[in-house]
């Protein structure tokens, strides 16, 4: 009988938690930054086996909230813990542990499901290190298994990959074998975005600033895809860090993520950015909603499995619903289905089939 069911990925921000998820699925399915907090909502990505199917569930680092961003963010986290069949606490074996880690640890005690630790970032760590690490680990929870890896080099994600099939509970596949995520297409161009943002601007940036798809034109979708996007910032003084000189910033992160947006999409794409200045966008609920940061009281995985894609975040027209449905509330409204869509190895995947 073969093994199905979900993986939650938990564990403080920059834990490489999105790296050890698209390292595992092999496809960029979550963006990835050395600024934490990257991820802002749930990502299901499924896999297959010889020994059953695993649907992955990346979130939000846990954190101390002081936004109502970060409240649902840490929600949306805190949240998985009840709705999986394993848990795969992901703690970064390069720093030292702390009181985050113990109070994350804590929100374990009460979990009925296994939980797994997964040391990872070991590439960066001796294994002089590592031992005492492991034993110190011991004493935070009764761990199923505990499991050194390294996201970056691939060293022990096989074995991690085992460890988490044997804990799933026996079943048959919850999605079809050529599903692979269930994040809609608006969200996906307003990530690409985004990390473009992360990656060319200052660090005290990153924190104050989100992506939302305006208009999202596929009239003429096999010729030219039309995207219009506003960038918000939270000052006055962060308009022109986005913008820079003479528009050199701005046209910068057009030009990088349209050339992702074309190879995902596999045709010509026309992205229009603006930037605009929301002193509270962190704090207003609509803002929150278009980006797609899920309220806590969202359907939950085991009650959505299955069903059709609803609308994609802030209203992702065109966003349709990705063959055998999902997980539609586990972070995403709705999975979308990229029909026909190119994009080389690495580049983003959504709901489309597994090539």
């Given at each position: 009988m073969p093994k199905s069911g979900y993986a939650s990925l938990v564990g403080r921000p920059n834990a490489g938690k999105s790296t050890l998820l698209n390292r595992m699925v092999g496809e960029k399915i979550a963006i990835v930054s050395d600024k934490p907090q990257t991820t802002r909502n749930r990502i299901l990505a499924v896999k297959n086996y010889p020994e059953g199917q695993i649907a992955f569930v990346d979130t939000p680092g846990i954190h101390r909230p002081l936004h109502r961003l970060n409240v649902r963010m840490v929600d949306a986290a805190v949240d998985t813990l009840r709705e999986v069949d394993v848990i795969a606490l992901v703690f970064d074996a390069s720093t030292k542990p702390g009181r985050g880690d113990e109070y994350v640890s804590s929100l374990l005690e009460d979990v009925r499901s296994p939980v797994v630790l997964v040391l990872n970032k070991i590439d960066l760590v001796s294994k002089s290190r590592l031992l005492p690490l492991i034993e110190q680990a011991q004493r935070w929870h009764n761990f199923a298994a505990i499991v050194p890896v390294s996201a970056t080099t691939g060293d022990g994600i096989d074995r991690l990959e085992r460890v988490l099939l044997e804990q799933l509970p026996e079943g048959q596949p919850g999605y079809p074998d050529d599903y692979l995520t269930d994040q809609p297409e608006r969200a996906l161009v307003a990530?690409?975005?985004?990390?473009?943002?992360?990656?060319?601007?200052?660090?005290?940036?990153?924190?104050?600033?989100?992506?939302?798809?305006?208009?999202?034109?596929?009239?003429?979708?096999?010729?030219?895809?039309?995207?219009?996007?506003?960038?918000?910032?939270?000052?006055?003084?962060?308009?022109?860090?986005?913008?820079?000189?003479?528009?050199?910033?701005?046209?910068?992160i057009g030009s990088?993520?349209?050339?992702?947006?074309?190879?995902?999409?596999?045709?010509?794409?026309?992205?229009?950015?603006?930037?605009?200045?929301?002193?509270?966008?962190?704090?207003?609920?609509?803002?929150?909603?278009?980006?797609?940061?899920?309220?806590?009281?969202?359907?939950?995985a085991r009650s959505a499995r299955g069903a059709g894609g609803a609308k994609g975040a802030g209203g992702a027209r065109g966003a349709t619903s990705a063959k055998g449905g999902g997980m539609g509330a586990m972070g995403a409204r709705g999975a979308t289905s990229a029909k026909g869509a190119a994009g080389a190895k690495g580049a983003w995947s959504a709901g489309r089939k597994k090539r």
């Open positions: 990530e690409m975005v985004r990390e473009k943002v992360l990656q060319h601007t200052r660090d005290e940036l990153p924190f104050s600033t989100a992506v939302v798809v305006d208009q999202f034109d596929e009239e003429e979708r096999d010729r030219l895809l039309r995207l219009y996007c506003t960038i918000f910032v939270e000052t006055e003084s962060q308009k022109p860090i986005v913008i820079g000189r003479g528009g050199e910033m701005i046209k910068q990088e993520a349209r050339r992702d947006l074309e190879a995902f999409f596999g045709t010509k794409v026309f992205l229009d950015l603006h930037v605009k200045v929301n002193p509270d966008w962190r704090d207003n609920d609509r803002v929150l909603d278009d980006i797609g940061v899920p309220q806590l009281g969202a359907r939950s």
